[in-house]
């Protein structure tokens, strides 16, 4: 689902999760790490906003396979 | 449960383009301000991802760069949707300003060289349209929102009006993260929850894959229904041309740099079949397309593939701007628009105003006021604002009118004891640990609105979809959500069904077509002006709809 979020690159800022209009990205403890999650991804909007502002750049947009084919 | 209580002079529902320039002018008028949202103000909305166009007159010269071509123009192509003397007062009266503020906020809306870039699509009597990087229009708003000290409460939901003694007093909400109740008492509110989505089967296989916002859903056009707030032109079902796979803005920007129509056989059709072509108003490019559709000269395609040089570079650029992800679908998709048509279909449809001039939701006066005391409305949720255009300056002209009513008013004594069981009935769904969720009830509304409301309306079809919408409604007691998220969304769903059956009613009672195809019935479908030039007003009665006509007049 389209944001794909490098954790490699994420700081763990939350401010993704924070602005997601459509309250798609929330916050989760994993090994010891707070990091970001697409808890409702097919609510994703595709707007963008995540990438635009993430200080990072840790985020991308990957459309799903079948509305690259239909 | 105890709400956490709030007093303001002016409450702001929905922080988005329109109802950040309500906040900002209640707050210039020295007003207190609280502004809710579904989301966080800097990111929220149709355009918290960008945008790139303000339709404006600018006086540059020539006869269409005037307030008056502008409003001549909003006759012609919104036939009769508008009171004239309402969008005069209410955008007109305000562009000039609203221009000034977005340049003061540092929203670049001229070129480096100080220049305006603009263009021509949808019917418009010359170029303008002015083209910019609207990418960061929101946080420059919500800036300014916040530096004027106004309140924000991001992500809470507002459920319902207070009405006192048929005067609205404020608003209820909810945190959608932590639940927390809010009881807002205000002297004037402000409703500015933008138009309707996920209200029809979506063709892109994904309901949240809407054109315009998908978490814009009626509350606040709802909200203000209960309230006793008539509502108009509801019955418009509007629909846009979009890339095959993906629902989004951009069809001006393709039309404005030269896009061309084109169908199965290789002819330019609309540039054989409508006299302004490929330019032509939105309403007209979606009829002729399904008309290619339906007499079998689809598939149907948008050839860019003439457009080259500064143009063909700037149409790229535009479409990033109008829809940030937009780019990334047409590349991962293996598209260049330069080099072949690109694939496109009718969107889904969503409910609000019926062209890019006119708009539908909360009837509103020349001051923005509904017709309940105490309640306004600006932006796409009211009858007479739409685009971007219509929200920085029907937003402004709203805020200016609560404040300068709540500024004169004394504030409403309060007794929250009833209101808990009013706000206790929109928590239900938390309780319920069987039963429907809001995904499975909106797919039952999509499919009902787009069987016999949609496009091809007909007497026997409006009434069938009308009782299945309350076969739908005797289901919404099933609704469960398992956190505050899921509530949020159950709360939306009811929203839109809500507004489907007033879509309905208004449909029926409209005995003709008007900006076909968005209310084009098939039992008469022609335009009668004698009878129909003008607004249909839905009001709340009992526990029906009560219905009537306001005729509008040219001049």
Redesign the interface.
């Known amino acids: 689902m389209p944001p794909v979020i490098d954790l490699e690159k994420c700081t763990s800022c939350g401010l993704c999760d924070e602005i997601c209009m459509m309250d798609v990205i929330y916050m989760k403890e994993e090994d010891s790490r707070t990091m970001p999650y697409l808890k409702y991804p097919e609510e994703c909007w595709h707007c963008g906003v995540c990438r635009q502002d993430c200080p990072s750049e840790a985020i991308s947009i990957r459309f799903p396979w079948y509305s690259l084919i239909i | 449960m105890e709400f956490s209580r709030i007093n303001t002079d002016v409450l702001v529902i929905g922080g988005g383009l329109a109802g950040l320039n309500a906040a900002i002018a209640a707050a210039e008028k020295g007003a207190q301000v609280v502004v809710m949202d579904?989301?966080?103000i800097?990111?929220?909305?149709s355009i918290?991802?960008?945008v790139d166009h303000l339709g404006a007159w600018l006086n540059s010269g020539p006869a269409w760069d005037t307030r008056e071509a502008w409003l001549e123009n909003a006759w012609r192509i919104g036939k009769g949707t508008a009171h004239l003397s309402i969008l005069d007062a209410t955008v007109c009266d305000e562009l000039a300003a609203a221009l000034d503020r977005l340049e003061r906020l540092g929203v670049p809306l001229r070129q480096p060289d100080g220049t305006y870039l603009r263009t021509q699509a949808f019917g418009q009597p010359g170029p303008t349209t002015i083209n910019f990087n609207g990418?960061r229009m929101k946080p420059a708003l919500a800036k300014e929102v916040r530096r004027l000290g106004c309140r924000v409460l991001d992500?809470v939901m507002t459920v319902t009006l207070i009405t006192q003694k048929g005067v609205v007093a404020g608003a209820l909400g909810f945190h959608?993260?932590s639940g927390e109740p809010f009881l807002i008492e205000a002297k004037a509110t402000i409703i500015a929850t933008g138009s309707t989505n996920r209200i029809t089967q979506n063709p892109?296989?994904?309901?949240?894959?809407?054109w315009q916002?998908?978490?814009d859903t009626g509350d606040g056009q709802v909200m203000a229904f209960n309230a006793g707030a008539a509502l108009t032109n509801m019955e418009y079902m509007r629909i846009t041309i979009v890339p095959?796979?993906?629902s989004?803005a951009g069809l001006g920007a393709f039309t404005a740099m030269g896009g061309r129509f084109l169908n199965a056989k290789g002819e330019y059709y609309m540039e054989k079949n409508y006299p302004a072509g490929n330019k032509a108003p939105r309403n007209q490019i979606v009829f002729q397309t399904l008309k290619e559709i339906q007499e079998g000269r689809g598939p149907v395609f948008i050839d860019c593939t003439h457009v080259t040089g500064f143009d063909a570079r700037h149409l790229a650029t535009t479409l990033g701007y109008d829809?940030?992800?937009l780019p990334?679908?047409l590349a991962?998709?293996g598209e260049d628009i330069t080099k072949r048509p690109l694939a496109v279909d009718v969107s889904e449809g969503l409910q609000c105003g019926p062209t890019n001039e006119t708009g539908s939701g909360v009837k509103i006066d020349r001051h923005c006021a509904s017709t309940v005391p105490g309640l306004f409305a600006g932006g796409d949720a009211a009858d007479h604002h739409r685009c971007v255009r219509g929200c920085v300056t029907g937003g402004f002209s709203a805020g200016k009118g609560a404040a300068d009513y709540a500024l004169k008013t004394n504030a409403i004594e309060i007794d929250p004891t009833p209101l808990r069981d009013a706000f206790d009935s929109f928590m239900a769904p938390l309780r319920r640990k069987t039963g429907l969720s809001y995904g499975e009830m909106e797919e039952v509304i999509g499919k009902v609105v787009s069987e016999h409301m949609a496009v091809g309306r007909t007497e026997m079809g409006l009434n069938i979809g009308f009782e299945k919408l309350k076969g739908i409604e005797s289901h919404i007691g099933l609704l469960k959500a398992e956190n505050f998220?899921e509530l949020?969304r159950a709360n939306e769903t009811r929203s839109i069904l809500q507004v489907a059956k007033i879509m309905n009613r208004a449909a029926e009672y409209r005995k003709e077509s008007r900006i076909k195809p968005y209310h084009y019935r098939l039992d008469y479908s022609e335009t009668d002006d004698q009878n129909w030039c003008g607004l249909v007003v839905v009001e709340k009665d009992g526990e029906g709809i009560r219905l009537s006509f306001d005729r509008t007049v040219h001049g």
Do not use: V, W
Not at chain 2, 42 to 45: H, I, T
Not at chain 2, 204 to 210: D, L, S, V
């Open positions: 579904k989301g966080k800097e990111r929220s909305g918290g991802g960008g990418k992500r959608i993260r892109r296989m994904n309901a949240f894959n809407t916002c998908p978490l095959k796979g993906f989004a829809k940030d992800t990334d679908y991962q998709r998220h949020m």
